[in-house]
């Protein structure tokens, strides 16, 4: 007897629950975001294994969102079907309810789904009507576990025009949910430790110095794309013998490790600083041997700048770079110069070498732009190309107050930044004091 014609179809149908598998597996992998993968999966499983999908989160606290509602027909509206759900009933009988207080995943008939029968269950009541505006046949409600705790239900349902869910179903929407509530754990995770690392990356930026005559505006903002944190950190203080230090930095990774070493790096930058109060170049060879011995597989950039004076009618800026980007300098009629003399390798490479520093007068009522690289280089740009856009927008708001300067530069050169950004900028007064 030959069985070629009932193996065949059954071979097929493995490989595509394993394609299926392996689709919703890559797009769990492509994002951090509870919700986005959530969402993302339910358009990888509409129409292929079902006509419409649900998906919905739950929190610490109990608090249930559906975050989609997926159809395979998108010309019907489903505007107002996503959103914070009613509080699911402790005693209530509804499939959602029960999956999402523990139980295991539940295959259904269309009558199961959405009873006709009045309840006062607010949550019952909501996804019963949902049911009976969207349609179906069959359908499975399958629990979102991690860690022994319900993190949400993923619900499938086909319409009567489809064959309805079975046992195999089942075990494969089971597994699809384990995977779901996997990631959802590892996003929030994730979320948490990144949350902390921010945190306390705020809590480490210093506070300014007030000095007559001077204006000091700085500002700090985490990566918007990934939610990633980094080393970046600015610093400004006045040294025992009255020259103001201006500082910036970046600390090589995007972690919560990269944050605690920003924080020991700029203390250390503070503790030579003072001590030493010698010329910037000095100083940065002094951190790089501090570092070599206290990490020694750290590496970041800096520049080190100092004002000085007025003397003789003029401030002078002294300053040296470990292997950072130029600080702008802007006249008050929008000239815009990089000052990039003073430079030298990045901080963690060479520690023997000698650093250089560079000085020049500064034009009263100029304005002194430090930054990192997140605030200029964009993918598939060239650096250069990157510096004349931060040259043509300050050149622009140099009139603007130096909050707002500082603020508009954000919004204008990196309101979706693949990286974190520190700047810290110095206004002289118009006329020296």
Not at 186 to 206: D, F, G, T, Y
Not at 290 to 319: D, F, I, S
Not at 378 to 403: I, K, N, P
Request: glycine residues 10%; aromatic residues 4%.
């Amino acid at each position: 007897m030959d069985d070629s014609s009932e193996v065949e179809p059954a071979l097929q149908d493995a490989m595509d629950r394993l394609t299926l598998l392996d689709q919703a597996s890559a797009v769990l992998a492509s994002t951090l975001d509870a919700e986005e993968g959530m969402r993302r999966v339910c358009r990888v499983l509409v129409p292929a294994l079902a006509d419409w999908s649900v998906g919905d989160l739950m929190d610490e606290g109990g608090r249930v969102e559906r975050v989609c509602v997926t159809h395979r027909d998108q010309g019907i509206p489903l505007v107002g079907m996503t959103g914070l759900l009613p509080g699911v009933g402790e005693d209530s009988d509804d499939p959602w309810s029960r999956v999402l207080r523990g139980a295991g995943a539940l295959l259904l008939s269309a009558d199961r789904f959405a009873s006709d029968e009045e309840t006062t269950d607010p949550f019952h009541a909501l996804n019963s009507e949902l049911f009976r505006r969207l349609g179906g046949g069959s359908g499975v409600v399958a629990p979102l576990r991690a860690r022994r705790r319900a993190l949400g239900a993923l619900t499938l349902v086909r319409g009567p025009e489809r064959p309805p869910f079975g046992e195999g179903d089942l075990a494969l929407v089971e597994g699809l949910a384990r995977r779901v509530g996997l990631a959802v754990d590892n996003a929030r995770l994730h979320a948490e430790v990144q949350n902390i690392a921010e945190r306390m990356q705020r809590s480490l930026l210093p506070r300014l110095p007030v000095i007559d005559g001077l204006r000091i505006a700085a500002r700090y903002t985490p990566a918007t794309s990934s939610a990633q944190v980094g080393g970046d950190w600015y610093d400004s203080f006045v040294l025992p013998q009255g020259d103001t230090a201006l500082i910036i930095g970046d600390v090589t990774g995007h972690d919560l490790q990269a944050a605690v070493a920003m924080s020991q790096i700029r203390n250390m930058l503070r503790g030579i600083a003072c001590d030493r109060q010698e010329p910037p170049g000095r100083i940065l060879h002094r951190l790089d041997l501090a570092m070599a011995a206290l990490y020694p597989h750290q590496t970041a950039t800096c520049v080190y700048a100092l004002l000085k004076g007025p003397e003789n009618g003029r401030y002078q800026l002294n300053w040296a770079s470990a292997g950072h980007l130029p600080p702008l300098l802007i006249t008050p009629a929008g000239d815009t110069t990089y000052l990039d003399a003073g430079r030298g390798m990045v901080l963690g490479v060479d520690p023997g070498t000698e650093r250089a520093g560079a000085g020049t007068a500064l034009p009263p009522g100029g304005t002194l732009l430090l930054y990192t690289d997140g605030l200029v280089e964009r993918r598939g740009e060239s650096l250069d190309h990157s510096l004349t856009r931060l040259r043509q927008h300050a050149a622009a708001l140099v009139d603007q107050d130096l909050d707002v300067m500082c603020e508009e530069l954000l919004n204008g050169l990196a309101p979706d930044a693949d990286d974190d950004v520190a700047l810290i900028a110095l206004r002289l007064p118009a006329s020296p004091a």
